[in-house]
């Protein structure tokens, strides 16, 4: 068992005795309440920016999966074979 744990009540109990308080901590500003709200608001606004972004993204790569065949791995366009590689028509 920690020793922490031992003690603490016994700090408890010796404050409740003496008649000490635990310190509080200090009241907060309206300016730091109104930035906290802000900060808060702005940090809103980029999460829905990114999750629309995300979206996108999303869709673009949803759009290029269906379509398929781009690049090499095209048989029409691609160099790795297809139309014209193997019947040499092209």
Do not use: H, W
Request: with cysteine; glycine share 12%; proline share 3%.
């Amino acid at each position: 068992m920690c020793t922490s744990s031992i003690l603490k009540p016994i700090q408890k109990l010796g404050r409740g005795l003496l008649g000490i308080s635990k310190p509080r901590a200090p009241e907060v500003s309206q300016e730091s309440k109104d930035a906290a709200a802000e900060r808060k608001a702005m940090m809103a606004q980029n999460e829905e920016a990114q999750k629309e972004e995300r979206q996108k993204r999303l869709e673009t790569q949803m759009r290029r999966k269906k379509r398929g065949g781009s690049g090499q791995r095209s048989l029409i366009s691609g160099q790795a074979g297809g139309v014209g590689y193997f019947d040499e028509s092209i």
